[in-house]
């Protein structure tokens, strides 16, 4: 009696720990879904000459203001490539109004951390500061990028500091793999050219080569104010129609066009038997930005995972790839990417290891590509949902790197689309959908490859092409 009166007991006690749990687990997601709903809105203006203006409040301490541009190596030509970076490179050497003393000095006083970077598509100017400094450093950028003085010895000298970059940069292996498998999937195109720039260009480019390309693409349509932080919407329009209501919105000369990148699938091998590992990259053509299906291509790239031969990684952990990596012991890293622009994307894998395992990793790789598109379980989809999604609020880490995220997105699409909105597209995903994308951006499709190092062990290129579908009956 006292045996069945106990029995019961806990009974009752495991219904309430279930109760209990499903509330605390409902309790959990409602927190999740709560926290992406109330992050507060990006609020955009656009002024008359079509220059726009973003940004998203914040209570964190200090704010990130910056000026993103719709300009890059994609607009440049084959003579003139590099311009960009070079641009860029003199922002900060001083304008018509203040000297490079000058804005030295009116940014150490404030506080101030500037910045600024040259991508494929779009070029940045931003600092972070104290919000009441706001004005001031809108001051700043716009004196920086409309009234830049191109000084001639100045040049000279940026000169010279680029060409060291572009040595340096041949030691950035990573760097130096993704520029050749640009150059080998849009061979021919815009995207297919280095930020950098060729040492040729850079040694010859000119200060009116300068003036012309901030001429031509420095538009008010083509910029976009975001600010970020503790800060009113209404005080930023204010600011920028104090300093850019008069950036003209009209092209002088030719017009820059964005043309379709054209790609192809082909490989480059850079060998050199010297080097201690390769460093090979392999992708496949994908989507832009704004397609839906990015996020199934998303999930794709947590389910393939990365590692480091740092990572403390079990032998139960879900990234297959790495129990026959630990058999090996000759990988140093693999990581996935998705390099995304506006029309195109490259969707694949960068690993770093012995050239004599690369075959074994390159079949295991496609093995694991080829599951994606025929055999991932809903427990894999499960647990890149979940990854996924920490992920996705991590991104709310920090007022510049969300800004950086708001300029693109508005820079390119005039809205930013809210994280609530990426979480429900990532949720909503079901295996059959995940599969039906993987397998129309992936299965039998040709591949992209470059290979830096002692390559001799790396897989022939029409094998890896016959890797990419499964004899299925």
Not at 75 to 83: I, K, Q, R, S
Request: aromatic share 8%; hydrophobic share 35%.
């Amino acid at each position: 009696m006292n045996l069945f009166k106990l029995s019961s007991a806990f009974s009752s006690f495991l219904k309430i720990s279930s109760v209990r749990g499903r509330g605390a687990h409902q309790l959990a997601r409602a927190s999740y879904a709560q926290t992406l709903l109330n992050i507060p809105e990006t609020k955009v203006t656009t002024l008359e000459n079509g220059f726009k203006v973003a940004s998203e409040y914040s209570d964190s301490g200090p704010a990130t203001i910056g000026l993103w541009i719709d300009a890059g190596s994609r607009y440049e030509t084959p003579a003139n490539n590099g311009v960009a970076n070079f641009l860029e490179h003199m922002s900060f050497r001083g304008t018509t109004q203040r000297s490079q003393k000058d804005l030295e000095n009116e940014i150490a006083n404030i506080g101030a951390q500037v910045n600024s970077y040259t991508g494929r598509e779009e070029t940045a100017f931003y600092a972070r500061c104290m919000p009441g400094d706001m004005a001031k450093v809108v001051d700043i950028l716009a004196d920086v990028v409309r009234n830049p003085k191109l000084d001639e010895q100045q040049i000279e000298e940026e000169r010279k500091v680029i060409l060291r970059r572009l040595k340096e940069a041949e030691s950035d292996l990573k760097l130096v793999t993704m520029d050749y498998l640009h150059m080998t999937a849009y061979q021919g195109t815009p995207l297919g050219k280095s930020v950098l720039g060729p040492t040729k260009n850079v040694k010859k480019i000119s200060k009116d080569d300068l003036s012309f390309y901030a001429r031509n693409n420095f538009l008010a349509p083509r910029m976009v104010l975001v600010g970020t932080g503790d800060l009113e919407h209404g005080e930023l329009v204010k600011l920028a129609e104090k300093h850019f209501s008069s950036v003209p919105y009209t092209y002088t000369t030719e017009i820059p066009v964005l043309t379709p990148c054209r790609y192809t699938g082909s490989d480059v091998r850079d060998r050199d038997d010297w080097m201690p590992f390769a460093h090979v990259a392999v992708a496949v053509d994908t989507c832009g930005h704004d397609n839906p299906d990015i996020h199934a291509l998303k999930l794709a790239s947590t389910i393939i995972g990365s590692w480091d031969k740092t990572f403390p990684a079990g032998d139960n952990t879900t990234i297959r790839l790495i129990h026959n990596i630990h058999k090996e012991k000759r990988c140093h890293s693999f990581e996935t990417f998705h390099t995304v622009y506006r029309d195109t994307g490259l969707w694949g894998c960068y690993f770093v290891m012995d050239g004599l395992v690369l075959d074994d990793f390159m079949w295991n790789m496609q093995n694991e590509w080829m599951r994606l598109c025929v055999s991932i379980t809903e427990t894999d989809l499960q647990i890149a949902k979940n990854m996924l999604r920490t992920n996705l609020v991590q991104e709310l880490d920090g007022p510049t790197r969300n800004a950086a995220e708001i300029g693109r997105q508005v820079l390119h699409y005039d809205k930013r689309t809210p994280l609530a909105e990426v979480d429900e597209h990532i949720q909503s995903l079901s295996l059959q959908q995940v599969k039906n994308v993987c397998e129309k951006y992936i299965y039998d499709r040709c591949p992209v490859i470059a290979a830096v190092g002692p390559t001799e062990g790396m897989t022939d290129y029409v094998r890896v092409r016959s890797n990419m579908y499964w004899l299925r009956f």
